[in-house]
T-cell receptor, first 110, second 114 residues
Framework: GEDVEQSLFLSVREGDSSVINCTYT??????LYWYKQEPGAGLQLLTY?????DMKQDQRLTVLLNKKDKHLSLRIADTQTGDSAIYFC??????????FGQGTTLQVKP | DAGVIQSPRHEVTEMGQEVTLRCKPI?????LFWYRQTMMRGLELLIY????????DSGMPEDRFSAKMPNASFSTLKIQPSEPRDSAVYFC????????????FGQGTRLTVV
C-alpha cells in the first residue's frame, strides 16, 4: 500500500531522549522529512534527509535512515516541554507526491 | 513572501451546502497539495498539482469533492454537497522543485458541517 506508518503516541520525561519511528513504502523516495505541528497550527519542517544518506545530525536532532528496511527515525536529545507536539514523517517520491504518516503525539512530562 | 495563505480559517456550514476552500501558494512554487487532517485518519493527501495540472487525485474521497488550479497563484477545493463527516482541518501546501523540495503549509481551514 501507500501508507507511511508511525506509532501514535510517545511519552517521555523532560531531559530524556525521545525516539520516534516511521516506516515508508516507496524505494524511489528522494527525500524524507520530519515535520512538527503545534496545537492549532500548520506543519513546519523540522529536518530532512536525502535518500542516499543514512544519518543526519542537527543540534539536538538526529535522523537515521535504513533504506533497506524503509525505516526512518528521529531522535530528540534532552527533550524539553516545548518539544511537546505532533511529529509527522513524510516521503517525497520521484513523481513529486508527498505522503505523510498519521503523526506521533509526543508528550513531555516535567 | 507571506507564505501559503488559506481562507477562510474557519467555516461552519449546514449539511447539503456547498463549501469552497481557497489557497494562495508561495510565489514561484510549482507544486500544490491539498490535505485533510482528522483524528481518525491523520493527514491524508487529497490531490496535488504540478504547474497547475492535477497529477494525482486518488485521495479525493468522493465525487462531491473537486479541486481546481486556474493559475499559478490560486487553487480551490470545493465540497458539494457537504456532509457532517467532511468536518476536518484542510491544509494547503506548496513546494518548488529545488534541492530539498520542502513543502510549506498554510494555517489550515477548520471546516465544521452541522
Amino acid at each position: 500500500g501507500e501508507d507511511v506508518e508511525q506509532s501514535l503516541f510517545l511519552s517521555v520525561r523532560e531531559g530524556d531522549s525521545s525516539v520516534i519511528n516511521c516506516t515508508y513504502t516507496d524505494s524511489s523516495s528522494t527525500y524524507l522529512y520530519w515535520y512538527k505541528q503545534e496545537p492549532g497550527a500548520g506543519l513546519q519542517l523540522l529536518t530532512y534527509i536525502f535518500s542516499n544518506m543514512d544519518m543526519k545530525q542537527d543540534q539536538r536532532l538526529t535522523v537515521l535512515l535504513n533504506k533497506k528496511d524503509k525505516h526512518l527515525s528521529l531522535r530528540i536529545a534532552d527533550t524539553q516541554t516545548g518539544d511537546s507536539a505532533i511529529y509527522f514523517c513524510a516521503e517525497r517520491r520521484d513523481t513529486g507526491k508527498l505522503i505523510f504518516g498519521q503523526g506521533t503525539t509526543l508528550q513531555v512530562k516535567p | 513572501d507571506a507564505g501559503v495563505i488559506q481562507s477562510p480559517r474557519h467555516e461552519v456550514t449546514e449539511m447539503g451546502q456547498e463549501v469552497t476552500l481557497r489557497c494562495k501558494p508561495i510565489s514561484g512554487h510549482d507544486y500544490l497539495f491539498w490535505y485533510r487532517q482528522t483524528m481518525m485518519r491523520g493527514l491524508e493527501l487529497l490531490i496535488y498539482f504540478n504547474n497547475n495540472v492535477p497529477i494525482d487525485d486518488s485521495g479525493m474521497p468522493e465525487d462531491r469533492f473537486s479541486a481546481k488550479m486556474p493559475n499559478a497563484s490560486f487553487s480551490t477545493l470545493k465540497i458539494q454537497p457537504s456532509e457532517p463527516r467532511d468536518s476536518a482541518v484542510y491544509f494547503c501546501a506548496s513546494s518548488s522543485t529545488d534541492s530539498r523540495a520542502e513543502a510549506f503549509f498554510g494555517q489550515g481551514t477548520r471546516l465544521t458541517v452541522v
